[in-house]
């Protein structure tokens, strides 16, 4: 298995787990407050922020699914736009990128 692919599979995990966090939040909301939360940060943002954050790791964890199956392929750090290689510095800052730099300006 090659670092990369181990590199996504733990984001995805950390992202699942988020996700089950902001959903957790988001059920407490029209109850108690819950004394086990008290020392997360979550407690202290409100449902709107949650919400926006749990949208954009439903996001993220939606493209770093999509990298994942592209690394299985053998093709995680080619271009899915143009065929070109991903220079590994862009890899390494954004691990589940699929489009170089080029075409994810584009
Ligand atoms: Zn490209």
Same mark, same amino acid.
């Given at each position: 298995?090659s670092?990369?692919?181990?590199?996504?599979?733990?984001?995805?995990?950390e992202?699942?787990?988020?996700l089950?966090?902001?959903?957790?939040?988001?059920?407490?909301?029209?109850?108690?407050?819950?004394?086990?939360?008290?020392?997360?940060?979550?407690q202290?943002?409100?449902d709107?922020?949650?919400?926006?954050?749990?949208a954009?790791?439903?996001?993220?964890?939606?493209q770093?699914r999509?990298?994942l199956?592209?690394?299985?392929?053998g093709?995680?750090?080619?271009?899915?736009?143009?065929?070109?290689v991903?220079?590994?510095?862009?890899?390494?800052?954004?691990?589940y990128?699929?489009? =170089?730099?080029? =075409?994810s300006?584009?």
């Amino acid at each position: 298995m090659s670092d990369r692919q181990e590199q996504l599979e733990r984001l995805r995990d950390e992202l699942k787990e988020r996700l089950e966090r902001y959903r957790a939040h988001r059920q407490r909301a029209d109850g108690a407050v819950d004394k086990d939360m008290e020392d997360q940060p979550l407690q202290t943002r409100d449902d709107e922020v949650v919400a926006s954050l749990e949208a954009e790791a439903e996001e993220e964890l939606s493209q770093v699914r999509h990298a994942l199956a592209r690394t299985r392929e053998g093709q995680g750090d080619i271009c899915e736009r143009c065929g070109e290689v991903i220079d590994a510095g862009r890899l390494g800052a954004v691990p589940y990128a699929t489009l =170089c730099r080029d =075409c994810s300006a584009a």
